[in-house]
């Protein structure tokens, strides 16, 4: 069984860092591309970030480029999120989603495999 697990999230003050975590299990998705999305109360879910199988292609959100980057370790079979410079308007639940695929799309429905969430919440 395929499992997605996020960590990492939780309370900050704006201007200030967290590293998510997704850890994979059930198969390995080194050859899979990968991606964060995020999800305010009251708002559809949006795209983060994503990266290619191999880390050498990757895209961001307009709203994150510069404050945000996506990286992986396909060895410990682990995608990682490191946000700086938070702002409030980042408060979200945020989700780790993996794909059959190999292209880093930014569209969700694009992804076959998602985790639970973890929240993230910067206060001003």
């Known amino acids: 069984q395929v499992q997605l697990v996020e960590s990492g999230g939780g309370l900050v003050q704006a201007g200030g860092s967290l590293r998510l975590s997704c850890a994979a299990s059930?198969?390995?998705?080194?050859?899979?591309?990968m991606g964060w999305f995020r999800q305010a109360p009251g708002k559809e879910r949006e795209f983060v970030a994503a990266i290619s199988w191999r880390g050498g292609g990757t895209s961001y959100a307009d709203s994150v480029m510069g404050r945000f980057t996506i990286s992986r370790d396909n060895a410990k079979n682990t995608m990682y999120l490191q946000m700086n410079s938070l702002k409030p308007e980042d408060t979200a639940l945020y989700y780790c989603?993996?794909?059959?695929?190999?292209?880093?799309?930014?569209?969700?429905?694009?992804?076959?495999?998602w985790g639970q969430g973890t929240q993230v919440t910067v206060s001003s």
């Open positions: 989603a993996a794909q059959d695929g190999s292209y880093y799309y930014t569209a969700p429905e694009k992804y076959d495999y």
């Open positions: 059930g198969r390995t998705f080194s050859s899979n591309a």
